[in-house]
C-alpha cells in the first residue's frame, strides 16, 4: 500500500512562473483533498473533490491557483505567475469518505520556495 | 466560522513526564474532533478521533475527552518518550460527510531522553 505519492518533493521558481504539482491518491479513496501549511498560517484547506468533482474550493485564491481531477488516480494543483507569499508546503490528503470521512491521509508535501 | 485554538506553540518535557495539549474549539454545529500528528518530513497522520460528546479517544497511549461544556479536547499522555518527539494538530470537522478539516496552529512537542 504505498499511500499518497505527491511529486515533485521540492520544487523552486522564480517570481512569475508557473508551478505544478502533482498527487497520487489512495487506490479506492473517493476524496481528495489539497492544503497548504507555512509556519505563519498553518495548515489551510484549499480544495477539495469527490469521485473526481470538485465540491469546495473556498480555500483557494481565485486568480492564480486552480486544481483539477482528470481521473481517479491523479490530481493536480496549478499555480500561475507565482509569488512569494506562495512558498509553502502543499499537502494533498486521500480519504475513503462515508463513516471515515475526516480520516485523511496526507502525502509527504510538495515544497514549493518562490524566489 | 469554525475554529481550533492551541495555546501553547511549544511544549518541552524530559522522558516519562505527562503531557497535556491544550486544544479549545468554537463552532456551530456538532463536530467530530481529531488529533493529528506530524513527524519532520511526512504529512500528518490521524492519532485519535471522536465523534460523539463526553466520549474518550485513545490511541498509543494518547488520550483525549471530547468535552462539549468547555468546548474543548486537550490531548494527554501518562508518560512520554523520545520518539513522541513532533507536531500535535487538533482538528475538527463540521461538515456533513466532507472530510474537510480546520485545524489548529499545532504544538511543537520536544521530548529530551
Known amino acids: 500500500n504505498a499511500g499518497v505519492i505527491q511529486t515533485p518533493r521540492h520544487k523552486v521558481t522564480g517570481k512569475g512562473q508557473e508551478a505544478t504539482l502533482w498527487c497520487e491518491p489512495i487506490?479506492?479513496?473517493?476524496?481528495v483533498f489539497w492544503y497548504r501549511q507555512t509556519i505563519v498560517q498553518g495548515l489551510e484547506f484549499l480544495t477539495y473533490?469527490?469521485?473526481?468533482?470538485?465540491?469546495?474550493d473556498s480555500g483557494m485564491p481565485k486568480e492564480r491557483f486552480s486544481a483539477q481531477m482528470p481521473n481517479q488516480s491523479h490530481s493536480t494543483l496549478k499555480i500561475q505567475s507565482t509569488q512569494p507569499q506562495d512558498s509553502a508546503v502543499y499537502l494533498c490528503?486521500?480519504?475513503?469518505?462515508?463513516?471515515?470521512?475526516?480520516?485523511?491521509?496526507f502525502g509527504e508535501g510538495s515544497k514549493l520556495t518562490v524566489l | 466560522g469554525d475554529s481550533v485554538t492551541q495555546k501553547q506553540g511549544q511544549v518541552t518535557l524530559s522522558e516519562d513526564d505527562f503531557l497535556f495539549i491544550n486544544c479549545t474549539y468554537s463552532?456551530?454545529?456538532?463536530?467530530?474532533l481529531f488529533w493529528y500528528v506530524q513527524y519532520p518530513g511526512q504529512g500528518p497522520q490521524l492519532l485519535l478521533k471522536?465523534?460523539?460528546?463526553?466520549n474518550k479517544g485513545i490511541s498509543r497511549g494518547f488520550e483525549a475527552t471530547y468535552d462539549k461544556g468547555t468546548t474543548s479536547f486537550h490531548l494527554q499522555k501518562a508518560s512520554v518518550q523520545e520518539s513522541d518527539s513532533a507536531v500535535y494538530f487538533c482538528?475538527?470537522?463540521?461538515?456533513?460527510?466532507?472530510?474537510?478539516?480546520?485545524f489548529g496552529h499545532g504544538t511543537i512537542l520536544r521530548v529530551h531522553p
Open positions: 490528503a486521500s480519504s475513503l469518505g462515508g463513516k471515515n470521512t475526516g480520516q485523511l491521509y
Open positions: 473533490f469527490r469521485n473526481q468533482a470538485p465540491i469546495d
Open positions: 487506490s479506492g479513496h473517493s476524496a
Open positions: 482538528a475538527l470537522n463540521t461538515g456533513a460527510n466532507t472530510g474537510k478539516l480546520t
Open positions: 463552532t456551530t454545529t456538532y463536530p467530530t
Open positions: 471522536v465523534t460523539t460528546a463526553n
